[in-house]
């Protein structure tokens, strides 16, 4: 009787929905309190995430099927000055189009009691909202708040205030309600097809950056891409930054480091490092002053890094590869003439 009591308990307990998401613990949870803006923000962060980003024309200006119509190419001569000046613009023009999300703290969901009056509970049955629609108003700050049947008056909730903004200040694309694409398991049916970059953009559009379901969505993607390896789907995107920068953060970047080293990538790969550093200043190969990638890369791995070994051999390997080219080019060049037999 009590088996078959723990059975049907058990069996119950494994049909809630709970059981149904998707659990990604690829990117391991930290305590880290720190606010990450300050840290994504600086100039230096920046710099080494852009480069990271691996900026290229084609898929940067690759055609999206949102409905927009197609414009007409044009061809036309220009002199050297002309075609220079169209190339600055083309990169400046690529660097808007980068433009990476930011990376902030989860805003509290804390709600400021402003007084409690019980002498009025019971004259409403349902709570009362109060939003300041003056003109000029930030949504931010805007002052919403909220009489409960119970007398209290206090300040709105996060979920609360993005629906009140959004009746009355709407924003083109945004709904009032969290839309099920969010949710299980339509989400798990986006990212099982590679529409990455599809749902981090809808994200965008719909919450605000400190808004806690825009980390929930954005870190199980960026869980589901770095456990599968499907990194180049975002690389050339505005959100590779950021995905870079969260393992950064959540002390995670071996994996990318691998992929780096593997692919001949070594001025990446010692961004990433020094990206490392600068969102840890404290690890021991932080205290090293190097200026050379590879000479960065070994000592990162052996002194902060839990995969020293398959660094170390990822690194051996890129060694060889580079010898094996020289020889290569050296055997080609005398098999044209260019150099003597000394020189091989």
Request: contains cysteine.
């Amino acid at each position: 009787m009590m088996c078959s009591r723990i059975n049907f308990v058990l069996k119950h307990f494994y049909k809630r929905p709970t059981w149904n998401c998707r659990l990604c613990s690829t990117i391991p949870q930290t305590t880290d309190e720190r606010d990450p803006a300050p840290f994504f923000f600086d100039r230096h962060v920046q710099e080494l995430l852009t480069t990271l980003t691996r900026v290229n024309y084609e898929k940067v200006f690759a055609i999206r099927r949102d409905g927009t119509p197609l414009e007409v190419p044009q061809y036309s001569f220009m002199t050297d000055e002309e075609l220079q000046k169209a190339r600055a613009q083309i990169g400046a023009k690529a660097k808007r189009r980068i433009q990476m999300p930011p990376v902030v703290k989860i805003k509290s969901d804390e709600v400021e009691v402003l007084v409690k009056e019980p002498e009025l509970q019971g004259c409403e049955q349902h709570n009362l909202v109060f939003t300041d629609i003056s003109f000029g108003k930030n949504n931010r700050s805007r002052l919403i708040v909220i009489r409960e049947p119970n007398g209290t008056l206090r300040q709105a909730t996060c979920n609360e205030r993005h629906r009140m903004n959004q009746i009355y200040f709407p924003i083109n694309g945004r709904e009032i309600h969290t839309p099920q694409m969010f949710f299980h398991p339509y989400l798990s049916d986006l990212l099982d097809r590679g529409e990455f970059e599809f749902i981090l953009d809808r994200a965008c559009v719909q919450f605000e950056p400190d808004d806690p379901e825009y980390h929930r969505v954005t870190k199980e993607v960026y869980s589901y891409v770095y456990k599968l390896n499907k990194l180049d789907a975002l690389r050339s995107t505005r959100h590779f930054g950021p995905l870079v920068f969260q393992l950064a953060w959540e002390n995670n970047i071996d994996k990318l480091l691998l992929e780096l080293i593997d692919t001949e990538n070594i001025e990446e790969a010692g961004a990433l490092v020094r990206l490392y550093h600068a969102l840890h200043p404290d690890v021991k190969s932080a205290q090293e002053t190097i200026h050379e990638d590879m000479e960065l890369i070994k000592v990162y791995a052996e002194l902060d890094s839990p995969e020293r070994y398959a660094i170390s051999n990822a690194i051996q390997r890129y060694n060889k590869m580079q010898k094996e080219k020289k020889k290569m080019e050296k055997g080609i060049m005398k098999a044209h003439g260019l150099i003597d037999d000394e020189d091989v």
